[in-house]
């Protein structure tokens, strides 16, 4: 199975800054790649996929990038409804593996 | 719009039988893959299985011999049929297309 190493854990940041998130795959998995955003209670948002593609209606603070198996979410200009739980999922072989997850929650 | 609706959650004795259904509207889940993934209360995400257009499936090792992920074109509904549940299979479960939309979820509770 490809293992998906997500980090950092958790998070802490203030409103208006800019922060980094990072996935990295235990194989090549091309740009098979998604970062979800989840809030307490509710279920998964996809904000990313193939790497660096918004999904429709996501803000362009949101941001997506590869290098060899390597991804990285950024998120500029942190809002109050940016503090949630992301997540990074590889879809490119089954089983479709999923990062631990990082906490962001505010400073 | 895409729409998705988990059922048929509940509590189950260990060695009990569910299925689960989501209801899709807003697209047909014959032309996409569809995917179940669960949540234990407080923790990740677990990828369960996936069933893609052509009808070909795969399951986490953990579910497999005991869950069948199914679908009804003429429904438009995705299934997820699990029998021999195990406590750890207590979850939030979650009917996912491609990697874009995703249901509400339906919790499954396996306990005596």
């Known amino acids: 199975d490809i293992q998906m190493t997500q980090s950092p854990s958790s998070l802490s940041a203030s409103v208006g800054d800019r922060v980094t998130i990072t996935c990295r795959a235990s194989q090549d998995i091309s740009n098979y790649l998604a970062w979800l955003q989840q809030k307490p209670g509710k279920a998964p948002k996809s904000l990313i996929y193939?790497?660096?593609t918004l999904q429709s209606g996501v803000p362009s603070k949101f941001s997506g990038s590869r290098s060899g198996t390597d991804f990285t979410l950024t998120i500029t200009s942190l809002q109050p409804e940016d503090f949630a739980t992301y997540y990074c999922q590889q879809y490119n072989t089954s089983p479709f593996t999923f990062g631990q997850g990082t906490r962001l929650d505010i400073k | 719009e895409v729409q998705l609706v988990e059922t048929g959650g509940g509590l189950i004795q260990p060695g009990g039988s569910l299925r689960l259904s989501c209801a899709a509207s807003g697209f047909n889940i014959s032309s996409n893959y569809m995917s179940w993934v669960r949540q234990t209360p407080g923790k990740g995400l677990d990828w369960v299985s996936v069933i893609y257009s052509g009808g070909n499936t795969y399951y986490a090792d953990s579910v497999k011999g005991r869950f069948t992920i199914s679908r009804d074109n003429s429904k438009n509904t995705l299934y997820l049929q699990m029998n021999g549940l195990r406590a750890e299979d207590t979850a939030v479960y979650y009917c996912?297309?491609?990697?874009?939309?995703w249901g509400q979820g339906t919790l499954v509770i396996v306990s005596s």
């Open positions: 996912v297309r491609a990697v874009g939309d």
């Open positions: 193939a790497a660096s």
